[in-house]
């Protein structure tokens, strides 16, 4: 059973928060959150720190996700590439999200930012999936013990040092 998402984080996430994050929908797959552009955002240019980009497209992929996962299940970023497109200076902008593949283990998601309708993001995401934590943190999935008798681990192969020219 996917998690229940909210609107309102009530703490839960704490830095969405800080910048002004807010969902407005979140369905099988998908997501789509919103930010008013605001100054305490901007760079010293003047223009929105590339920061806060990045933090709605990480946001919006996580929710995204989130929205797919079973009970116990719960995600984080690998990794995500984002582009640049257009500065921002001020507006709305919007982050909507899919899901491109997602497997056992790892997710890949894919989101555009626009501000006030216009293109200014790009973002592609690769998330771990893992397991409920236990009460010290550690993942309840176990890797496959190896049998030592029916699998023998294999020494690493070594290459033979080139005799000089």
Known sequence: ???????????HNPFGELIGLCFEAWEKGSSRCKLDVRD?????HRVLHGGVTYSMADTGMGAALYT???EGESCATIE??????KPVTGGCLTCVTKVVQKGKR?????????NDGRLVAKALGTFSIVGAASPNNQPTTKSPQRDSQKSPLKAPH???P???R
């Not at 305490?40 to 010293?44: A, F, H, K, R």
């Not at 790892?106 to 626009?114: G, K, N, P, R």
Request: positive net charge.
């Open 1 to 11: 059973m996917p998690m229940k998402l909210r609107r309102r984080s009530d703490g």
């Open 80 to 85: 995500i590439k984002i582009v640049y497109l």
């Open 68 to 70: 797919l996962l079973e």
């Open 158 to 160: 070594k290459r033979k």
């Open 40 to 44: 305490e955002l901007l760079n010293t």
């Open 162 to 164: 080139r005799e000089p």
């Open 106 to 114: 790892i997710a890949v998601l894919e989101s555009e930012v626009e």
